[in-house]
């Protein structure tokens, strides 16, 4: 249906008014109305009254046609046309106004929706690139191996053995990066779901103490509490998850530490929660480094990192858990004076 234009709407609302006034005009004459005053009132009266409704009307009709696709427009859904008239006709304010505001929201919330789609478009970029290079490094050295052995070197007793073992190496690298790759994606979805339960935190850094003492002697890094208690502190959280938050911090202080330095692990009361605390005295972080040390794959020593092994979602993963948790995580860090990670877990 094709709107009346203004200039259209105009002729008719005259050539209407034309026609009541002659009409006002002949019922006078019919009914022989001789008072003058009441014969312009009686002419005025009938003439706004048409006037009145046909601009109101025609009007109400003009906005209304040109609203309408504006409004399907900003507010994403299918009015009908009663529905749309009826909110139109409901508004004491100035429609116009009312309109203006209306597309200045829908403007600013899609050039909102825009800027996120760009940074994550960029975000898919960077991690696609990311991803590529960290399994290309061990699928590139397991080729390399596997070429030289099948070229006879599965037959020299001096490389033999040892290849296989770097190919192994490199395929365990593999397979941990892939499983983080899958635990950061269920994390985000929301499909794996954290079994809560109470447990006594304290020992749950023993248990990690254990099971890398051998990783932090090699290291020569003591482990060790910073306030050692006896009385257990309990929390409330998922206890497998938490164990891999602790050993990722655990490993990363012992990897990046210094050779005679400490990892110290502390536990803070704070009211409804327990602070845990994983500090060190390593080769810390730069200022700089410390906003995006939680984003996948990235490294402040791409090549030191690579060397100590590991995927380099380890910090995504832990942010992830402990997010998933409803608590938060921090980090404080100094370069050459070591680096403190410390989250937070509902207390029992």
């Given amino acids: 249906m094709n709107t009346i234009s203004p200039k259209q709407q105009a002729i008719i609302i005259a050539i209407i008014s034309s026609i009541c006034t002659i009409l006002a005009g002949i019922l006078v004459f019919l009914f022989e109305i001789g008072n003058l005053y009441a014969t312009f009132v009686f002419v005025g009266l009938v003439v706004f009254l048409v006037v009145y409704l046909l601009v109101y009307y025609s009007l109400n009709n003009f906005i209304f046609n040109k609203l309408k696709p504006i409004y399907k427009t900003i507010q994403s859904i299918h009015f009908s046309e009663e529905q749309l008239r009826a909110d139109l006709e409901e508004r004491d304010r100035d429609l116009v106004k009312e309109v203006q505001d209306d597309v200045l929201k829908w403007a600013k919330r899609k050039t909102h929706e825009i800027a996120q789609l760009k940074q994550l478009e960029k975000y898919r970029r960077e991690f696609l690139g990311d991803v590529s290079h960290?399994?290309?490094?061990?699928?590139?050295?397991?080729?390399?191996?596997?070429?030289?052995?099948?070229?006879?070197?599965?037959?020299?007793?001096?490389?033999?053995?040892?290849?296989?073992?770097?190919?192994?190496?490199?395929?365990?690298?593999?397979?941990?990066?892939?499983?983080?790759?899958?635990?950061?994606?269920?994390?985000?979805?929301?499909?794996?779901?954290?079994?809560?339960?109470?447990?006594?935190?304290?020992?749950?850094?023993?248990?990690?103490?254990?099971?890398?003492?051998?990783?932090?002697?090699?290291?020569?890094?003591?482990?060790?509490?910073?306030?050692?208690?006896?009385?257990?502190?309990?929390?409330?959280?998922?206890k497998q998850k938490i164990y891999e938050v602790l050993s990722n911090l655990v490993v990363n202080s012992i990897k990046y530490g210094n050779k005679g330095g400490t990892t110290k692990v502390d536990f803070l009361d704070m009211e409804d929660n327990i602070l845990v605390e994983i500090a060190d005295n390593g080769i810390g972080i730069a200022e700089k480094d410390l906003p995006r040390i939680f984003e996948r794959f990235f490294r402040t020593d791409k090549s030191r990192s690579r060397e100590m092994g590991g995927s380099g979602l380890g910090l995504s993963i832990v942010k992830h858990i402990i997010e998933a948790h409803n608590q938060t995580v921090n980090v404080r860090s100094k370069l050459n004076q070591g680096s403190a990670f410390n989250f937070t877990l509902s207390k029992v």
């Fill in 134 to 238: 960290e399994l290309k490094t061990p699928i590139f050295n397991i080729q390399g191996y596997i070429t030289t052995l099948i070229d006879g070197g599965i037959h020299d007793d001096t490389i033999n053995m040892k290849y296989l073992e770097r190919a192994e190496k490199s395929v365990n690298r593999l397979i941990t990066i892939v499983d983080d790759l899958e635990s950061i994606s269920r994390l985000e979805s929301g499909e794996l779901k954290l079994e809560q339960q109470k447990f006594n935190i304290v020992k749950l850094v023993e248990d990690v103490f254990e099971e890398y003492e051998m990783l932090a002697r090699e290291r020569k890094i003591k482990l060790a509490f910073a306030n050692k208690t006896d009385k257990p502190v309990f929390v409330f959280a998922d």
